[in-house]
């Protein structure tokens, strides 16, 4: 299976998801910069501190680093009405990206030999670790832990590959198409994980002692 090719779709979603998040923010072309390369590396670089690979592995993805910023000065050029085309099939893209790299990151730490709470650790940082470094850094709250179900697909695609249940190419083209199709359900029909909210609970029983 070609992961290149589904890393590289990766690399610019996650790219231009960061450049576009920080034009909401209205950052300059620097900040857009900054956003969109912790985007899309972000996730890679906690992942290497997580199971000991050398963070220097880093600057050896010289091709996806020229990628990444050729999207975001795409992006950071375009028509605004381009913009908008870009995300109605960011979901998509986005499904794609979260699928190789969660993958690619479990398949890194199985190499290592770690146990299967740290492969499907990696899985997970490596695939939205990115996407929460970009949120903290727009001063927003991080929408992989609050939005639609995601970094349960991530854990699911670590657990796949630690337990050895996919290992050859067409296994792991099975599981990255699952994922993908996984994530644009929880898209599609807003799947969410339970939540307790404290803010309206302790509302509710100050108006009541108020009353």
Known sequence: MN???????????????????????????LGVYVLGLVTAFGGGIIRNLLIGKPIVLLWEQGVYFQIALFAMTLVFFLPVKFIRLWKTWEAFFDAIGLAAFSIQGAIYATNMGHPLSAIIVAAVLTGIGGGIVRDVLA?????????????????LAGAVVGLGWSQGTWQLAVLFCIIIILRMFSVNYKWKLPKRSLREAMSESVHRSDS
Do not use: Q
């Open 139 to 155: 001063g927003r709250k991080p929408l992989v832990l609050k939005d639609e179900i995601y970094a349960v697909w991530g854990m």
């Open 3 to 29: 992961w290149e090719l589904f890393s590289i779709i990766g690399t610019i979603a996650f790219a231009v998801s960061g450049a576009i998040v920080a034009m909401e923010e209205e950052y300059d072309i």
